[in-house]
């Protein structure tokens, strides 16, 4: 890492005094961040703010990625549950604060599109989980379909809990 970077040898215990643990910590935070950017981003951009127009912007990406540079990426925050979380009670803490990270922008843009705040809330979930493991599938196989099939299924689920009522005008 030092290397490809073509920085001194000491400069990984310069900046991460706690070592690597430290670094892949301050990763997941920084991918958290990158997540909940991008929901805001897209959340701003739809056209038809729909939970599921949401949901299929937040897909997107991770399809245009596999069909564009193959399988080989994943979710760094994933990896570091996977990998490390059993071990490291810093990087269990600091993949849980990623997810809800990410999950903040989203419960707020299913409410402003409606969605009560206590249904916002396992939705966001869902939304991540269902994704995550599309994720993890599409890897496996080598193929998207397991992220249009979250699309397809969950569209008509997340639109139908929209209380129109609810719905705030932007």
């Not at 399809?63 to 990998?83: K, L, Q, S, Y």
């Not at 396992?122 to 994720?135: D, F, K, N, R």
Request: net charge neutral; with cysteine; aromatic share 6%.
């Amino acid at each position: 890492m030092v290397a490809h970077a073509n920085a001194p040898r000491g400069s990984l215990q310069h900046y991460f005094p706690g070592g690597k643990e430290q670094l892949v910590a301050e990763a997941v935070a920084w991918a958290g961040r990158y997540a909940a950017r991008r929901v805001r981003r897209n959340a701003e951009s739809l056209e038809d703010a729909t939970p599921g127009n949401l949901f299929a912007a937040m897909v997107e990406p991770w399809r245009a990625e596999f069909a564009d540079r193959g399988f080989g990426n994943g979710c760094p925050i994933v990896a570091t549950v996977a990998d490390s979380a059993a071990m490291s009670e810093k990087l269990r803490e600091s993949a849980a604060g990623a997810f809800a990270e990410w999950r903040k922008p989203l419960v707020e843009a299913l409410e402003q599109m409606g969605v009560s705040p206590s249904r916002a809330a396992t939705l966001a979930v869902l939304m991540i989980s269902s994704l995550e493991g599309a994720i993890v599938l599409a890897r496996a196989e080598q193929d998207v379909a397991a992220l249009d099939a979250i699309v397809e299924e969950l569209r008509p689920l997340l639109d139908g809990a929209v209380d129109k009522r609810r719905r705030k005008l932007a």
